[in-house]
């Protein structure tokens, strides 16, 4: 079973988006499991302080270091397997499928979700916290950013996804964007009365024609949107 163990000061966030559709019934069937550890417990006052004003000055607060490393220890101590560490931060590498597909071959992962100014750099660093970011924009926490990796992970797990080939074929995979998609009706009139037509191709039933018109459409979105894909 994958794990997925989140550190948080909102455990009640949990699963959030996880608990629904085909990753909320992953974790009924006991494909993955969720535990969230709360570092309110883990705080060094009479108060159950986690918190403490930045060196050097500034506004905020930074969560203490000997706070982050105690949830962490309660963890590992417990735990006979390796696991990654990631810390979510906006200062972190961009996450990207090939960083979801590499999380999802492991036995799990411990996620630290950050909140204020963010964590002190020292545990990140000594305890080897892998550090990722969802964006290159600022949340309050890292709960959602948390939640978006393990859904990224939890659908590649075996057995999650009905047809396990559309991985295969979805975005990112060889560095492109996916094609685009048409359903029915053949021919749909918007409201304004114009008519909008599936490609011939798509319903031309000859399934090589349909592969390259689709590899073609991946090339030419990528260009469009994501040309430092076709760098790599
Ligand atoms: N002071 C930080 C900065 O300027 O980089 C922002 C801290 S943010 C308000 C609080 C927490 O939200 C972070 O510690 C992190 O856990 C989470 N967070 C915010 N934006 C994120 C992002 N783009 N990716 C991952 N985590 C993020």
């Known amino acids: 079973m994958w794990r997925a163990k989140i550190i948080t000061i909102y455990p009640e966030m949990f699963p959030g988006v996880l608990g629904y559709s085909i990753i909320g019934k992953a974790l009924k069937d006991k494909i993955w499991s969720l535990d969230t550890i709360n570092l309110n417990e883990f705080g060094f006052d009479k108060r159950n302080s986690i918190d403490d004003s930045p060196f050097g000055g500034g506004p905020g607060m930074v969560i203490r270091p000997d706070v982050v490393e105690r949830a962490v220890m309660s963890i590992l101590k417990n735990l006979k397997i390796k696991i990654p560490l990631v810390y979510m931060t906006p200062s972190g590498r961009p996450l990207n499928q090939q960083d979801i597909v590499r999380f999802s071959q492991q036995k ?3 996620i630290l979700c950050g909140r204020f100014e963010g964590v002190d750099i020292r545990v990140i660093d000594s ?10 924009y600022v949340l309050t926490g890292g709960e959602v950013a948390a939640q978006v990796l393990v859904e990224g992970c939890v659908r590649l797990l075996p057995g ?8 295969l074929e979805e975005s990112f995979s060889e560095n492109l964007l996916e094609y685009p998609h048409y359903t029915r009706p053949k021919i749909w009139v918007d409201k304004s009365g114009n008519k909008h037509h599936v490609p011939d191709i798509l319903v031309s039933g000859h399934h090589e024609k349909i592969k390259e018109w689709r590899k073609e459409k991946s090339i030419e979105i990528t260009k469009k949107y994501r040309p430092d894909l076709l760098k790599k």
């Open 127 to 136: 305890l080897g916290f892998e550090q990722i970011s969802i964006g290159d």
């Open 160 to 167: 999650v996804l009905g047809h396990a080939e559309s991985i």
């Open 108 to 110: 799990g992962i411990i």
